[in-house]
């Protein structure tokens, strides 16, 4: 026999289903048997599959949190009496709390826009903490912070973090 899929292979599998030559190429495990791949209907999980609007609703959620935890960000930085490294445990939070923002408005669904749309909620509240850091410096002096930008990457890893799967 020669798989349905793959002329040029000989095989001596057939799907358990509807008995099509199927190579070892072609196979799906199942539980109750190999089969083709139209009669495993292989589907993605439910929590892979993102419409259009849980993206909306992701990058809304995202940038509107990341935004409010920016201006928060700046006012615990300056009036908070702690200094040094509780810059990257407020980036590592906000990181978190953008995280957690963005996967409840999308109930808890994951994926690699997922990821993007979080990212760019932490950098969102990075670039509202240094507008309002320094409101009248130029590009360079408000946003190329060695310490900020090392304490974003922190943030925005961890934010990523919760839609890998």
């Given amino acids: 026999m020669r798989c349905a899929r793959h002329p040029d292979v000989e095989t001596n599998l057939a799907c358990g289903k509807c008995v099509t030559p199927i190579c070892p190429k072609c196979l799906v495990q199942t539980p109750v048997g190999a089969r083709c791949p139209a009669c495993a209907n292989v589907r993605r999980l439910p929590v892979y599959e993102v419409s259009t609007t849980y993206y909306s609703r ?16 700046y006012f615990i930085e300056h009036y908070v009496p702690f200094g040094g ?39 969102a509240s990075y670039v509202v903490r240094s507008v309002i850091l320094q409101p009248n410096a130029g590009f360079v002096d408000a946003f190329v912070d060695l310490w900020g930008l090392l304490a974003l990457l922190i943030g925005v890893v961890i934010a990523v973090g919760h839609f890998r799967g």
Avoid at 60 to 68: D, E, H, K, P, Y
């Fill in 58 to 73: 992701a990058v809304i959620a995202a940038l509107g949190g990341g935004a409010a935890l920016g201006a928060a960000w």
């Fill in 85 to 123: 490294w509780f810059l990257f445990l407020i980036a590592a939070g906000i990181g978190y709390a953008v995280g957690e923002i963005t996967s409840r408005a999308v109930n808890r669904k994951r994926g690699r826009g997922l990821q993007f749309a979080a990212a760019g909620g932490v950098i």
